[in-house]
């Protein structure tokens, strides 16, 4: 906790940074935390208990419309809504998405139903069968989910094989769970399945069913094949269903390929973020890194927050976390550590909250795949940092940009020789060697007396406590690099 903390520190004995140097990071992130709050609040905002939600699944089934659902599904979840109604117009798109999103519709506590209107081809297939009811529009179809190369070509024999293998299974589950025929599910995607209800023949070997809204709907031993009835609109899908709640439509935000990109990319937006507080806090006079900083972390909440993954809930933690850590640089560096690791255990603890997957009437505490994915992005993030920072820390002292702003910072009251050490070098025979005392921390850079004069002084990479014994090791223009005197 100590090494997360020093990520962290302020030269407080050298940087005198303005008010506004200090708070502008800090300002960044409560703004963009604000509006990622307000950015999908609307759906929360409409949907009141016993509400109808209705959901478009409309175009190419694709890793955004799962975030989009997901988060719709929360919304209407967490507000109470009496149903939801998918209404279905697609083709089809990738099998992976639409897995992803048969696992988050067969998580849903509350009464699902897809419209058919017009089209259930495909992957768009395999997600109605993950609903509890079907309805279709008079002129729709339901079907044909042979899986194929994104080229449009059929898959070599060996592959096509074991898809198909898995995903009959899957579908056969999936609509076994949702009270649907699994034969007619497998029969979507595997043409060598032969589907009969009792001794009547619905579909022979040889290619894949396909059903429109007269078959789907016709009923077999007093059940329906497949559909619950034919509606010719939303509206009338809830007279027929029975469904007595106000009607809400929720739509994609616009954000949802977005959130997409920032979930992927969560470990690379987690270690801009570290490595951006570093170098704030260890370059004196420097914005930009802790400006970058902000954003990092602001866009790593703002696509979870699309993603229906994190809440202001989570940002608050983070900025509370923050503001403890910010204390204890400024006002207890050298007293305790009790705020430093408060703080920084809230932000790391936000920054997992934020990527658990976390449905209502689940758990409080994740378990399984739910914590193990969020935990090796936060890992891998923590230990790049680490080896970034440890690399920094060797070599940044010795570059041309960090002296340059080591030597523009405030030097304490009194006399100091600070900015002209060709002058003190000419006067006390400044030179390797000569011996003084720091002053100031030296982290890494600071202040330190040789007689009766100061000069702004910098180590390679090494913390020196004050009242240290110091050595001169060279002068380099206005650079004078010391380190702590060997005791014989």
Not at 131 to 145: E, F, L, N
Not at 354 to 371: N, V
């Amino acid at each position: 906790m100590k090494m997360l903390l020093s990520i962290l520190e302020i030269n407080s004995g050298t940087t005198r940074r303005s008010s506004l140097q200090v708070a502008l990071p800090v300002v960044t992130i409560f703004a963009a935390s604000f509006f990622i709050a307000s950015a999908t609040s609307q759906a929360r905002d409409v949907i009141h208990k016993g509400y109808v939600v209705v959901v478009p699944l409309r175009g190419e089934v694709s890793p955004s419309l799962l975030m989009f659902l997901r988060r719709a599904e929360k919304a209407a979840e967490g507000s109470g809504a009496s149903a939801m109604i998918f209404e279905m117009d697609t083709y089809g798109g990738r099998l992976d998405a639409a897995a992803d999103i048969v696992n988050a519709l067969n998580r849903i506590t509350i009464p699902t139903y897809t419209f058919i209107n017009s089209n259930a081809g495909s992957a768009g297939a395999i997600i109605a069968l993950a609903t509890q009811h079907i309805y279709m529009a008079p002129v729709s179809a339901i079907g044909a989910a042979a899986p194929i190369l994104p080229t449009g070509e059929d898959l070599p024999p060996t592959a096509r094989e074991k898809t198909i293998s898995y995903w009959s299974a899957l579908i056969r589950s999936s609509a076994a769970r949702n009270a649907h025929n699994p034969d007619i599910g497998e029969a979507f995607m595997n043409k060598d399945k032969e589907v009969k209800i009792g001794d009547r023949l619905i579909h022979p070997k040889g290619t894949l069913l396909t059903l429109n809204a007269q078959e789907a709907i016709e009923r077999i031993n007093g059940k329906p094949l497949l559909a619950d009835g034919i509606a010719d609109s939303i509206v009338d899908l809830t007279q027929k269903a029975g469904l007595k709640g106000e009607i809400v439509s929720l739509n994609p935000s616009g954000f949802e390929h977005l959130a997409f990109w920032i979930t992927t990319l969560a470990p690379l937006l987690l270690l801009g973020g570290i490595i951006g507080a570093y170098l704030e806090f260890k370059i004196p006079g420097a914005s930009l890194p802790g400006i970058i900083s902000a954003i990092c972390f602001a866009l790593f909440f703002l696509g979870h927050y699309l993603a229906g993954l994190a809440g202001w809930e989570v940002v608050a933690l983070f900025a509370v976390g923050m503001v403890l850590v910010l204390i204890e640089i400024l006002f207890f560096a050298h007293s305790t550590i009790v705020f430093g690791v408060v703080g920084v255990f809230l932000m790391l603890a936000s920054l997992l909250w934020a990527m658990i997957d976390r449905y209502p009437g689940e758990t409080f505490f994740p378990k399984g795949r739910m914590l193990a994915v969020p935990l090796l992005n936060l890992f891998i993030a923590i230990v790049a940092a680490v080896l970034v920072i440890a690399i920094l820390a060797r070599f940044l002292p010795r570059t041309s940009l960090y002296r340059r702003f080591a030597l523009m910072t405030s030097n304490p009251r009194g006399p100091s020789l600070a900015g002209a050490p060709h002058k003190f070098a000419t006067t006390l025979s400044l030179t390797p060697g000569t011996q003084g005392t720091a002053i100031t921390i030296l982290r890494p850079s600071g202040k330190a007396r040789f007689a009766d004069h100061v000069v702004d002084v910098v180590t390679e990479g090494e913390f020196i406590a004050p009242q240290t014994p110091i050595t001169v090791m060279q002068t380099d223009g206005m650079r004078v690099v010391v380190k702590r005197t060997t005791q014989v």
